[in-house]
């Protein structure tokens, strides 16, 4: 193991590599609330429009939240339609415009860790941030600046773009004793054919193929052809990577360092093996900045 900044990213790649992003976008998903009745307040935070005009979101606190209830953003109305499941209800939004009434009312969902504002919220969304949908940044994408990127295609390697939105799933912690109990809700991915061109290319002239975060490695895997490519198209997926699972697409990882007891450190045990606990020691041992905010490693697929 080596120690890098960032900035060297190239020099771990090689010519015919391809990089894979994630290019979702997070929304200002975080509302508060109050109780229209009560005006006790209620916390919102959207995870995803459900395409029937409600919406799933977390709200804490939930416990007093039946269908009916109607919750006050300021002047917008939210009226809750479902009972709260751990935490989780279903909503509508009082608007012809949900997603510019979320994006006016609400503000960027930082971890509940950071403590503090940010004054510019675009350092929470990554470089290729396009398509809004994400409740939670993909954040190994924010150690990425444009002189990193002039390096890597300076050195023949190629970028392509996937789309997971970030939802429960990815930062919902595991609560069981045996992960294979563990529920994967649903999260929306998407591949366009310009990635799948991308990731054959690489195949044919011996390249790696290296996700850019733990979200482009379930939207790939969920969407292979089991043959080290993938098909184009767009679906829901629940795949829940743990040891035991196959890897047919991604060949290298870069990601930050997560927490025990998260989907995102099972996936990384699954996928380098127990090599994971050594790079996680140095990482201690070495001062490495854990979480959202934190470093990255990047991380060879165990083929044993």
Not at 195 to 220: F, M
Request: with cysteine; net charge negative; aromatic share 6%.
């Amino acid at each position: 193991m080596s120690d890098h900044r960032f900035l060297d990213l190239a020099d771990l790649l090689d010519p015919g590599d391809l990089l894979v992003v994630n290019e979702t976008k997070v929304r200002p998903a975080r509302l508060p609330a109050v109780r229209r009745e009560t005006r006790g307040s209620v916390e919102l935070l959207i995870l995803e429009d459900l395409g029937d005009g409600s919406w799933d979101a977390l709200a804490r606190p939930s416990r007093r939240l039946r269908p009916g209830v109607v919750l006050d953003v300021g002047d917008l109305e939210v009226v809750v339609v479902s009972e709260p499941e751990e935490g989780k209800v279903r909503v509508r939004i009082g608007s012809d415009d949900p997603e510019a009434a979320i994006r006016e009312k609400g503000s960027m969902p930082l971890p509940p860790y950071f403590h503090g504002a940010l004054a510019d919220p675009d350092r929470y969304q990554t470089m290729f941030a396009a398509t809004p949908g994400s409740a939670a940044a993909p954040t190994a994408g924010l150690h990425f600046t444009d002189q990193v990127i002039e390096r890597v295609k300076a050195k023949g390697i190629s970028i392509a773009r996937v789309d997971l939105h970030v939802s429960l799933d990815t930062f919902r912690p595991i609560t069981v004793d045996d992960i294979d109990e563990h529920e994967m809700h649903t999260e929306w991915c998407s591949i366009p054919s310009e990635a799948a061109e991308a990731i054959s290319a690489a195949r044919t002239h011996g390249g790696k193929v290296v996700a850019v975060g733990t979200t482009v490695v379930r939207t790939l895997e969920t969407m292979s052809d089991g043959h080290g490519g993938v098909v184009v198209g767009e679906r829901r997926t629940n795949l829940f990577l743990r040891p035991g699972s196959e890897f047919q697409v991604v060949d290298a990882l870069i990601t930050n360092f997560h927490i025990p007891g998260s989907t995102l450190l099972v996936l990384l045990a699954a996928f380098m093996g127990p090599a994971w606990r050594d790079a996680y020691e140095t990482a201690l041992d070495r001062g490495y900045r854990f979480l959202s905010f934190g470093d990255a490693m990047f991380a060879v697929r165990n083929r044993t």
